[in-house]
C-alpha cells in the first residue's frame, strides 16, 4: 500500500512538471533573436531564429540594414515576425568589389567595375570607399565618376570621386577616393547598379589590380539619417 502511494505521489510530480513544460512552451513569445540566412528583398528576409534550425520568412523594417550572417533581433506583431534592429547597428559594410586584374585601358568615360543588385534603403546614406592603384598611358590626369549603370550615355550623375593625377606614363600610381550617396525618399530602391567611370585627359587610364594589390570598392552604410550628410549626393 506504501508503495502505491509512493508511486502515485511521484507520478503526480512528474504529470505537474509535464503540465508546466507544455505550458511553457505553448507560451507566444514576443521577442526573439537569430541569424539572417537570406535577405529576400527590401521588407523580408529568411532568418533562422536561436534555438531552431530552420529559416523562416520573416519581415524587415525598412530602416533596418540586414544582409547574410547578420545578427538580428526580433519582435512579433500579431502572426508577423519582424527584424527591428540589428547587433552593431548601422555602419555595416553592406558590399565589397574587389578584383586583382586589372581593367582594359580607357579614355573616354567608361565604366571599369560595377556592383550590381544592390538595395539602397529609404532615409539611409552610403560612402563608396574606391582603392587600388592608376596607371596611364601618357602624363595627366583622370576624372572618376559614380554612375547608376554600367554602360553610358549615363543620364543620371550619382556624383564623382574627383580628379587624379598621373604625372609619368606608365607608373601605378595609389588611388584611395570615398563618395556619399544618400536617399532620402521614404521608399528603397532596389536592383540598382553602382559603377565607377575613368575618363582620361590624354591617351589612355587603368584601374590596376595585382594579387598582393587589389583594386576595390566598399559601399558601406553609415550611422544616422541623409539629414548628418548634407555633403552626399542625393539619388
Same mark, same amino acid.
Given at each position: 500500500?506504501?508503495r502505491?502511494?509512493?508511486g ?6 512528474d504529470?505537474?512538471r ?10 507566444d513569445?514576443?521577442?526573439a ?12 528576409? !529568411? ?5 531552431? !534550425?530552420?529559416?523562416?520568412? %520573416?519581415? %524587415?523594417?525598412?530602416?533596418?540594414q540586414?544582409?547574410?550572417?547578420s ?11 519582424v527584424? %527591428?534592429?540589428?547587433?552593431g547597428?548601422a ?9 586583382s586584374?586589372?581593367s582594359?585601358?580607357?579614355?573616354g ?8 543588385d544592390l538595395?539602397?534603403?529609404?532615409q539611409a ?5 574606391l ?6 598611358? !601618357?602624363?595627366g590626369h ?7 549603370r ?6 543620371v ?8 593625377s598621373t ?9 584611395? !577616393? ?16 553602382i ?9 589612355? %587610364?587603368?584601374?590596376?589590380g595585382?594579387a598582393?594589390?587589389?583594386?576595390y570598392l566598399?559601399v ?7 539629414a ?7 539619388i
Amino acid at each position: 500500500m506504501e508503495r502505491l502511494v509512493e508511486g502515485a505521489a511521484v507520478f503526480g510530480l512528474d504529470l505537474l512538471r509535464l503540465i508546466d513544460a507544455r505550458i511553457e512552451s505553448a507560451r507566444d513569445r514576443a521577442t526573439a533573436t537569430g541569424t539572417v540566412q537570406e535577405r529576400q528583398s527590401a521588407t523580408r528576409a !529568411a532568418v533562422t531564429f536561436d534555438g531552431s !534550425a530552420l529559416a523562416v520568412p %520573416v519581415k %524587415v523594417l525598412t530602416h533596418v540594414q540586414v544582409r547574410e550572417n547578420s545578427r538580428v533581433t526580433l519582435v512579433r506583431f500579431g502572426s508577423e515576425w519582424v527584424v %527591428v534592429g540589428v547587433f552593431g547597428g548601422a555602419g555595416n559594410l553592406v558590399r565589397t568589389w574587389t578584383a586583382s586584374t586589372s581593367s582594359s585601358g580607357v579614355s573616354g568615360e567608361t565604366a571599369v567595375l560595377a556592383v550590381t543588385d544592390l538595395t539602397v534603403e529609404a532615409q539611409a546614406v552610403y560612402r563608396l570607399r574606391l582603392g587600388g592603384q592608376i596607371q596611364s598611358s !601618357a602624363a595627366g590626369h583622370s576624372l572618376w565618376r559614380v554612375r547608376d549603370r554600367v554602360t553610358g550615355p549615363y543620364p543620371v550623375d550619382w556624383g564623382l570621386f574627383g580628379h587624379y593625377s598621373t604625372p609619368v606614363a606608365g607608373i601605378a600610381f595609389g588611388i584611395l !577616393a570615398e563618395h556619399y550617396l544618400a536617399r532620402t525618399a521614404t521608399t528603397p530602391l532596389e536592383g540598382q547598379t553602382i559603377a565607377v567611370t575613368a575618363q582620361a585627359s590624354t591617351g589612355t %587610364v587603368q584601374h590596376i589590380g595585382t594579387a598582393t594589390k587589389r583594386r576595390y570598392l566598399e559601399v558601406e552604410r553609415m550611422p544616422g539619417t541623409p539629414a548628418d550628410y548634407p555633403h552626399a549626393t542625393v539619388i
